[in-house]
């Protein structure tokens, strides 16, 4: 069983990874929610209904949903109720459904309680369990927002024990992780597998054509205000007054994107381009005609964790990296060479760099160009990171 709150037509990798699961011969199902990723919504997408409980099938493969609670996105009770409804109707359906699987596999890319269900299947009919964690409790939940006390660190305290005490294999797709989750369970070996992220060429039209004239900085995905770009916008209006030929460019769309917009509006900051959200299958070619690609998250100790999929989506396309974030990424944006770091929280240093990309000559790009190319191959190749899932999977 591929237990995930996310699955096609959703946009996740797991859609990729069960497809070469299912191509090595493992023989599963699917048991998910109605689908409503980004809007909260299951009408945006066609041919799905919010219905109670379904069954389908996915290129042979059978997949379970469960009715999903919407408007999350917009609501801290419903949030709330989303993680914990999913717990409870997965639950219900692996007390009749779990003594099917010799395996659970869970792929964690929201809240830890949506490995509840399996936990409960363990309990009972002695599954083997695994779990990819890609969002990490219980620091995640206080990020968002919700204030620590007494009563939320320890429930928090025993679902996170709950569930890792209980897993046969654990994955994390940030070494920095590693530690966090040892404090809850030492005896457990954790697999450090990183999530890969590909933007690949098609012959499809691309309606953006970016200045060739001019150095295109461009960022890609959600502009929310865990991005920074209050700051990165600051910083690019210090630098483009000395460096006319810059031009910043944001493709995606977000709660904080009208906001953006006022502050280049009010403090009159030149060459800022909104495009707006395109297509997945027209990112490479707007990407590949981007100079440099812009990573950025504001300073938190979580974030500093992180490796968001998008910095191995960037490095995929082969362009050198400005990375305004602290933690792993800036660490693997030095060691390997992909690019210029800055300071998230200085607003000045982040200035000097997008200064410093002009003073880059030919070779310092293909320089940068060829690192970002050999890090997608090495640590975020693929083929590699299935076989790694596949391996601990075989072995459970």
Not at 141 to 155: D, E, H, P, Q, R
């Amino acid at each position: 069983m591929i237990l995930t709150d996310r699955f096609f037509p959703e946009e996740f990798i797991i859609n990729d990874l069960v497809l070469e699961l299912q191509q090595a011969g493992f023989i599963m199902d699917v048991l998910t929610q109605q689908p409503s990723y980004p809007s909260g919504n299951v009408k945006q997408f066609k041919g799905f209904k919010n219905k109670i409980f379904t069954r389908t099938r996915w290129n042979g493969i059978t997949v379970y949903r469960i009715f999903t609670i919407q408007g999350y996105k917009k609501s801290v009770f419903l949030k709330i109720l989303h993680y914990f409804h999913f717990a409870m109707m997965c639950s219900m359906v692996m007390l009749i459904k779990g003594r099917t699987y010799g395996k659970i596999f869970i792929t964690q890319t929201g809240p830890l309680t949506q490995a509840l269900p399996a936990v409960l299947s363990k309990k009972i009919y002695k599954n083997k369990l695994m779990i990819w964690t890609l969002d990490l409790w219980p620091d995640a939940v206080y990020a968002y927002g919700f204030k620590k006390n007494s009563i939320l660190t320890s429930l928090l305290s025993f679902i996170v024990k709950s569930v890792y005490s209980n897993m046969d294999a654990i994955a994390v797709s940030s070494a920095a992780f590693k530690d966090r989750i040892m404090e809850y369970s030492p005896a457990k070996r954790i697999h450090f597998i990183p999530q890969w992220s590909e933007i690949k060429a098609n012959n499809e039209t691309c309606s953006v054509k970016l200045d060739p004239n001019a150095l295109n900085i461009s960022f890609a995905g959600n502009i929310g205000t865990s991005q920074n770009l209050e700051r990165i916008l600051l910083g690019f209006q210090i630098a483009q007054t000395d460096n006319h030929e810059l031009i910043l460019n944001l493709f995606g769309d977000g709660n904080n994107l009208e906001s953006l917009k006022r502050l280049v509006a009010d403090q009159k900051i030149e060459n800022v381009v909104f495009w707006g959200r395109l297509p997945q299958s027209q990112m490479h070619a707007v990407l590949t005609q981007s100079d440099v690609l812009l990573i950025s998250l504001k300073p938190d100790p979580l974030f500093e964790m992180y490796i968001p999929l998008k910095f191995p989506a960037y490095l995929s396309v082969g362009k050198p990296i400005f990375a305004v974030i602290s933690g792993e990424v800036k660490r693997l944006t030095i060691q390997y060479n992909v690019g210029v770091v800055s300071d998230p929280a200085d607003i000045m240093n982040i200035a000097e760099g997008f200064s410093a990309f002009t003073k880059l000559n030919e070779t310092d790009f293909t320089t940068f160009a060829e690192n970002t190319k050999a890090l997608s191959a090495s640590l975020f190749n693929k083929e590699q990171i299935i076989n790694s899932v596949k391996s601990l999977l075989t072995d459970l």
